[in-house]
């Protein structure tokens, strides 16, 4: 006969180590509005206190990692926001959603001839973006989430979707990160007062190193609040590495509050 202390112990150290768990791991999630779903990996600052307030981070992955497994999303920085450095120095929620396979963050326009990316201007969001935008709200709403500190992140079609996030809501996010992406720059004046650094690669072919610069350069031509851009010479598409790599990324992202 099984013992029944033995049993109901059993049963607290697995819930206990499932809880572990979670709280070092990305969880998966979806978020649901009316007949639509984004799903996406929550990371939870260890010993979460929902007593407590917390700063709330969304990174938007690149086209590549698009998708329905609520996995892919993850391969590229979700270790970053992992690391023993993240959890101890940096305690924050992390938000990796993922996009459909045959959509897109940003809303750009794909040509065959000529200038490959035509970024648009104005205009509704696309069913993504506005699920992202939704999502955003619900965390803006949770009383644990410290509303001051917000901050967007992403890399290629991700690092466009942030910009095209800033301009649609500039008054949420705290600070950006826009790796490899780009915007059109009559976009530029509605995010001028968000702080954002961008990273790009000199001999990327596949967004062009030009479509950050632009973008810069029309923030510095407007006194932006705080802009900054670091460029890898020998680098191509793959500038993340090397930006996930900068030892001073976390401390430039938190460090800003609204």
């Excluded at 709330?56 to 992955?61: A, E, M, N, Q, S």
């Excluded at 590549?64 to 959890?87: D, I, P, V, W």
């Excluded at 950050?212 to 407007?222: C, D, I, Y």
């Amino acid at each position: 006969m099984i013992n029944k202390t033995y049993c109901l112990a059993l049963i607290i150290l697995v819930l206990q180590h499932l809880s572990m768990a979670q709280n070092n791991t990305y969880s998966k999630e979806a978020f649901v509005k009316g007949t639509d779903t984004l799903l996406y990996r929550l990371l939870l600052p260890e010993n979460f206190d929902p007593a407590k307030k917390y700063p709330v981070l969304f990174f938007l992955h690149g086209s590549g990692e698009r998708g329905n497994n609520n996995e892919a999303q993850l391969t590229h920085g979700g270790k970053l926001f992992q690391s023993e450095r993240m959890r101890k120095d940096f305690p924050a929620i992390v938000i990796f959603p993922q996009c459909p396979a045959k959509d897109f963050w940003a809303n750009v326009q794909f040509r065959n001839t000529g200038e490959r990316f035509g970024f648009q201007t104005g205009g509704e969001p696309g069913k993504v973006m506005s699920l992202l935008m939704e999502l955003v709200e619900d965390y803006r709403d949770q009383k644990y989430a410290d509303k001051d500190r917000f901050y967007a992140g992403g890399l290629s079609m991700g690092g466009m979707g942030t910009l095209e996030l800033l301009r649609r809501k500039p008054k949420v996010f705290a600070a950006a990160v826009s790796i490899c992406g780009g915007d059109h720059v009559d976009n530029v004046k509605k995010y001028r007062k968000v702080p954002v650094w961008f990273f790009h690669g000199e001999k990327d072919t596949t967004v062009p190193a030009e479509k950050s610069k632009v973008v810069v350069a029309e923030l510095q031509r407007l006194k932006a609040k705080d802009v900054k851009l670091t460029l890898y010479p020998e680098a191509g598409h793959n500038s993340w590495d090397a930006a996930f790599a900068e030892a001073e990324l976390l401390p430039w992202v938190f460090g800003h509050e609204r």
